[in-house]
Structure formats: structure tokens, C-alpha cells
């Protein structure tokens, strides 16, 4: 098993940054790739993010060019910049076992950081 916590959420002005932090911690050796996810008061989950064992990585187009994702050993890490009240969500750390394929769902999943941005 694995356990994913996040962390780094909070209130911040449009135009602002924030870093989501999430640790792995468990069977680390079995984690694949790994992403973030968001979701929004009414509506469905969304992609945020994507970074491979490899360092390969993949984004939403709504967050290409301010956001950042990357890796290291048992933690990964979300870096947002110019944030837009649209990007207000509970953001998701998710794991998947062994497999970077972008066919492959996630296994495990955090409990959620709560990102507001305030217009």
C-alpha cells in the first residue's frame, strides 16, 4: 500500500503562486507515475498533471506555461503561478502502481489540499 498526503493549499490573489508538496510514503518502490488532480465545487475531476518515473510529464491546456509538476524520490510537487480564480479546487495527489502508461488509473490518491484564488 501506499499513502499520499498533500500539502501547500491555501488563499492567494489571482496573480499569485503557490507549491503543492505531496509525500508518498508505504510501498514506494511500486509507485509509477504519478499526477495531480483537481476538482471544483459542482464539477467532475479534472487532469491537472502528469510526471513519469522518467521525468516525462504532461499537462491540462488550461494549465500549460503556469504550472509545473515534478519529481522527487517519495515527494512530487505542483508549482502554480499566475493563478486565476478558475483554478480554485481541492487538488488531489494520485499514484499509479509500477506503470507510467497514461492508460494505466491511478491506485492511490491523497486526501485533497483546498487551493482558493481570490479574483
Known amino acids: 500500500q501506499v499513502q499520499l498526503v498533500e500539502s501547500g493549499g491555501g488563499l492567494v490573489q489571482a496573480g499569485g503562486s503557490l507549491r503543492l508538496s505531496c509525500a508518498a510514503s508505504g510501498s514506494i518502490g511500486s509507485i509509477g507515475a504519478m499526477g495531480w488532480h483537481r476538482q471544483a465545487p459542482g464539477k467532475q475531476r479534472e487532469s491537472v498533471a502528469r510526471i513519469t518515473r522518467g521525468g516525462s510529464t504532461m499537462y491540462a491546456d488550461s494549465v500549460k506555461g503556469r504550472f509545473t509538476i515534478s519529481r522527487n524520490n517519495a515527494f512530487i510537487y505542483l508549482q502554480m503561478n499566475s493563478l486565476k480564480p478558475e483554478d480554485t479546487a481541492v487538488y488531489y495527489c494520485?499514484?499509479?502502481?509500477?506503470?507510467?502508461?497514461?492508460?494505466?488509473?491511478?491506485?492511490?490518491w491523497g486526501q485533497g489540499t483546498q487551493v482558493t484564488v481570490s479574483s
Open positions: 494520485a499514484a499509479t502502481r509500477f506503470s507510467d502508461s497514461v492508460s494505466t488509473p491511478y491506485s492511490y
